[in-house]
Structures are given as C-alpha cells and as structure tokens.
C-alpha cells in the first residue's frame, strides 16, 4: 500500500522560506520520479519541481532559483525548499510519484499516487 505524506506548509511572510517534507512508504524513492505540484484557487494544478529517479531536477519556471527539489533515499523522503517567498506561491501542494517513467515531469496524468497535501500561504 502506497502512502505520500505531506508536511511542512504553513503560513509565511513574503520573502520568506519553507521547506516541504514528503514521507514515501509503500514505495521506494530510488525506483520511482517523484514531483511536487500545487493548486491554487480557481486554477489548475501545476508542476513545480520534479526529480528523477536517478536525481535529475526539473523545475517550474516560476520557482526556478527560488526552490530546490531534493531527496533522501534512506529516509524515503522527498523535499521542496522554497525560499523568497511571494503571495502567488499560495497553493495547496501535493507531492506524487510515477513508477513508469514516461511523460514530461510535469504532466499530471504520469502520476498514479499523490499525498493528500499541505497548505502554503504568502502574506
């Protein structure tokens, strides 16, 4: 049984830093991709940051220099640092992961497991 869980949102001045944390059991982090996506209000989820299985990053042009995507095999944890932090990076964000590795890293329908996610608001 495949379980994501999400941790680290929170409610942060803009200019300010989280980091994200996502506990992965079921699974191993070294055999799959892993993302983190978000949705805000009204729009759409989107991918933020990806990372292969073999530690490739991929980032969303909206955070690119301003989030690293990281991971911890022997912890099984997937990371979102997110620095410099702006009222538009609110967002519910879901981490997922994709045992296929097909697809762009940031296409949606590739993952088939997702946490359930953590809230993040910029004032």
């Known amino acids: 049984h495949v379980q994501l869980v999400e941790s680290g949102g929170g409610s942060v001045q803009a200019g300010g830093s989280l980091r994200l944390s996502c506990a992965a059991s079921?699974?191993?982090?070294?055999?799959?991709?892993m993302g983190w996506f978000r949705r805000a209000p009204g729009r759409d989820r989107e991918g933020v940051a990806g990372?292969?299985?073999?530690?490739?990053?991929y980032y969303a042009d909206s955070v690119k220099g301003r989030a690293t995507i990281s991971k911890d095999n022997a912890k099984n944890t997937l990371y979102l640092q997110m620095n410099t932090l702006k009222p538009e990076d609110t967002a519910m964000y879901y981490c997922?992961?994709?045992?296929?590795?097909?697809?762009?890293?940031?296409?949606?329908?590739?993952?088939?497991?997702w946490g359930q996610g953590t809230q993040v608001t910029v004032s």
């Open positions: 990372i292969g299985r073999y530690g490739r990053t």
């Open positions: 079921g699974l191993s982090l070294s055999s799959v991709d």
């Open positions: 997922a992961a994709d045992r296929r590795g097909i697809g762009t890293w940031a296409a949606v329908w590739r993952y088939g497991y």
